[in-house]
C-alpha cells in the first residue's frame, strides 16, 4: 500500500505483513511481524512470552501471503528446527529488530553461536519459502 517505509525503519527493525489464514474461521487475518530476506527465503519469528495468532495459524495453514516494503508475494511456511539455518536467520532477524535488538540481554551482531542458542531456545523461527 506504499506505507512500508514508515513501519519498517532503524527504529521499528524491519516490519512486514503476513496474511495467514484463521485455524478456526478460515478468513485470512494480517498481522505485522519483524522479518529478514535470505536469497529465496523470509524468516521470521514467534517471541519466547505470547503464542501469537499468527503463528499458531501458521501451524494449521502455513499457505501464507507476504507484504514486504518494497513486494508482494504467496510462500509456504515452516518452523525451523533447531540448528545452523535457524541460528542464521535469528540473528538477522534481531539485528534488524530496531530498538529492541537487544532484548534478550545480548548484542545479536557479537554473540557467539553458543550465547545465542542459549538465550533463544524454544523460540520458534519460520522461514517462508517464495512460491
Known amino acids: 500500500m506504499g ?3 514508515f513501519f519498517s525503519n532503524p527504529f ?3 516490519v512486514m505483513v503476513l496474511g ?10 494480517y498481522a505485522p511481524v519483524s522479518f529478514a530476506r535470505l536469497d529465496e527465503k523470509v524468516y521470521c ?17 502455513p499457505q501464507v501471503e ?6 508482494r508475494f ?8 533447531e540448528g545452523r539455518e ?13 530498538l529492541s535488538r537487544s532484548m534478550y540481554g545480548f548484542d545479536p551482531a557479537e554473540a557467539s ?5 542459549e538465550k533463544t531456545r524454544g523460540i520458534p523461527v519460520i522461514s517462508i519459502s517464495l512460491n
Open 12 to 14: 521499528t527493525g524491519n
Open 20 to 29: 495467514v489464514r484463521g485455524r478456526k474461521t478460515g478468513k485470512i487475518r
Open 45 to 61: 519469528y514467534q517471541g519466547r512470552e505470547t503464542q501469537g495468532q499468527w503463528y499458531l495459524n501458521i501451524l494449521a495453514h
Open 113 to 117: 553461536d553458543e550465547l545465542l542458542e
Open 3 to 5: 506505507m512500508g517505509r
Open 86 to 98: 535457524r541460528l542464521k536467520a535469528l540473528r538477522m532477524l534481531l539485528q534488524g529488530s530496531g
Open 74 to 81: 504467496f510462500g509456504r511456511a515452516e518452523e525451523l528446527p
Open 66 to 71: 507476504v507484504l514486504l516494503p518494497q513486494e
